[in-house]
């Protein structure tokens, strides 16, 4: 996900134009121009700031974005996307999880940790890749000398003849490994349990700095036994190889570079912001709305947390915060909260025309997924595009008359519609079937006629 590749500051999403980002986008978001138009503008930023000399780059600050609007139209799919094009990593949190400072539940900047740890897997998994033909290749060896191992020599025997027939012998031992020959064999190795001891965690600590204290008090622990185990010759080469992966990979360059990936290009989607809008007048014992802003505040505006990869400077993460502030506003936020979300943006909510277009545009479309799933059973699923109008109309009508949900009512919708095809699939003769306006109106009319029956069931 991250804009920087490891040891590297370029990578092929800087070169998109904001109008690139936004067709990218398009591909998978239906509608919310606006939104699309803001989240290019601050990626097409942050390639800008990568361009600068450091002590300008220093001083420039991501431009935070407030995205307001209901729920189902698109504010968390537009997040994401732009992470994965941006190659970014990307964290969705929940504000309403956190609690102020004092009181036990998550702590703010347990996000920034969370952060960190998948920058580190997505470091990890770049550098697998880069190591893997060679550790297959160690594995291969290591598997080889256990199926072959050396055999004496013989005293009236000269030493390099001795070594090249072994040679010999071992490639056509991996010759006959790489084309299977070998897959029944059985071979016994020393196999490395994973050891998780149970400790409780202490009231007003963090797990992260119990973890790193045990580690460090006790390394052994955390170390697991080795046990001999008899494998078939496949696996025994998968594990051996992952063995090798784990030995050639620096794991320390890789807390490295992902720290620097955080700090740089990380993206934070700070989900329900509106549920910690408003300010109390009274001061009780109970968790104060106003005290998780002021917590969340620093890690917004730029602190430095610690993680057990190092510590992590949050001033160039990008925040998109996101709610459908319904009973709040933006305005009772905190001042200083609402100061450093300066793009604000309103997504508008979705009508008939949008859900025609989601069920069948994006590359993910609903009706794309549910075709797929039924060839899998050898049914080719056809929908008329009368139905498509049918289905989303009926979505607008349930959202209107029930709760206005969104585009997640196409997934209630199309469950129902599909429930007896997706039931039925595997035992039905006819291979072939077509879901027409006459189908969806038969499945779906009289549930959505009953306001009290559409309440549960869409």
Do not use: C, W
């Not at 809008?277 to 998780?292: F, L, Q």
């Not at 002021?294 to 730029?302: F, K, M, N, Q, S």
């Amino acid at each position: 996900m991250p804009i920087l590749l490891p040891e590297t500051t370029q990578t092929s999403a800087g070169a998109l134009t904001p109008r690139q980002i936004v067709a990218e986008l398009d591909k998978h978001v239906v509608g919310q121009s606006a939104a699309k138009r803001a989240v290019a503008i601050a990626l097409r930023n942050r390639m800008r700031r990568q361009k600068l000399t450091p002590e300008l780059a220093e001083e420039i600050a991501p431009k935070n974005i407030l995205m307001i609007g209901p729920t189902g139209v698109g504010k968390t799919e537009i997040a994401r996307r732009l992470a994965k094009l941006a190659q970014s990593p990307f964290l969705k949190v929940e504000a309403s999880k956190f609690t102020e400072v004092g009181y036990v539940g998550r702590d703010v900047e347990s996000m920034i940790r969370d952060l960190a740890e998948l920058s580190v897997d997505m470091v990890r998994a770049e550098r697998l890749e880069d190591v893997r033909a060679k550790a297959r290749q160690n594995a291969e060896d290591r598997l080889l000398d256990i199926l072959l191992p050396p055999r004496p020599i013989a005293p009236d025997e000269e030493p390099a003849a001795g070594r090249d027939a072994q040679q010999q012998t071992s490639e056509r031992f991996r010759e006959q490994l790489r084309a299977g020959r070998l897959d029944t064999r059985t071979v016994e190795l020393d196999v490395r349990e994973k050891a998780f001891p149970s400790f409780e965690i202490i009231a007003g600590s963090s797990v992260e700095e119990v973890d790193i204290n045990l580690k460090d008090m006790l390394p052994g622990l955390f170390q697991g036994k080795s046990k001999k185990r008899k494998v078939k010759v496949p696996e025994a080469l998968e594990y051996l190889a992952t063995e090798e992966e784990q030995k050639l990979i620096d794991m320390d360059s890789v807390a490295r570079a992902a720290v620097d990936r955080v700090e740089q290009a990380g993206i934070i989607f700070l989900d329900e912001i509106d549920k910690i809008a408003g300010r109390e007048g009274s001061h009780g014992p109970d968790v104060s709305r106003e005290g998780v802003q002021r917590d969340i505040l620093p890690i917004v505006e730029g602190t430095t947390v610690n993680t057990k990869y190092g510590m992590v400077r949050t001033d160039h993460i990008l925040f998109i915060a996101a709610g459908a502030f319904h009973v709040s506003k933006p305005s009772d936020l905190i001042p200083e909260l609402q100061g450093r979300f300066p793009i604000r943006v309103e997504l508008e909510a979705l009508g008939k025309d949008e859900f025609v277009r989601i069920l069948t545009e994006p590359r993910n479309a609903l009706v794309k997924q549910y075709i797929a799933l039924m060839d899998t059973e050898g049914i080719t699923l056809t929908f008329t595009d009368d139905a498509i109008r049918r289905i989303a109309d009926f979505a607008q009508t349930v959202n209107e008359h029930t709760e206005n949900i969104g585009a997640r009512r196409l997934h209630t919708v199309l469950e129902k519609l599909l429930d007896e095809i997706s039931f039925e699939g595997p035992d039905l003769s006819e291979k072939s079937v077509t879901i027409d306006e006459a189908y969806v109106t038969k499945m779906l009319a009289d549930i959505v006629k009953n306001e009290d029956l559409s309440r549960y069931i869409l």
